[in-house]
């Protein structure tokens, strides 16, 4: 799935995920494309997987809060959970 629509709009979401770690953001990535290539078929059109995303920068932001959130909990540290709400009150 290499159209150019599609990639631009990766491009975008990866731009947006700064400060996740790269594996996050390639698992990220991975799942983005087999939505689109799920919802793409049976006729190849990418434009109404990408619609039904959303905007590609309002969705690497809820990644993001949902990456952020995970880690302040997963991580049980009180310096972790308070970095974790500064990086959400700054829009990550």
Do not use: F, K, W
């Not at 990866?14 to 793409?40: F, K, T, Y």
């Amino acid at each position: 799935m290499a159209e150019p629509e599609v990639e631009r709009y990766l491009n975008r979401v990866r731009a947006s995920l700064r400060g996740i770690p790269v594996p996050e953001i390639e698992d990220i990535l991975r799942e983005l494309r087999s939505h689109i290539a799920g919802r793409s078929q049976p006729h190849g059109d990418p434009e109404s997987a990408l619609g039904s995303l959303g905007d590609p920068v309002e969705l690497a932001r809820q990644y993001r809060t949902q990456s952020v959130t995970t880690r302040a909990v997963c991580g049980g540290s009180p310096l972790g959970i308070l970095h974790s709400l500064v990086l959400l009150r700054r829009g990550n």
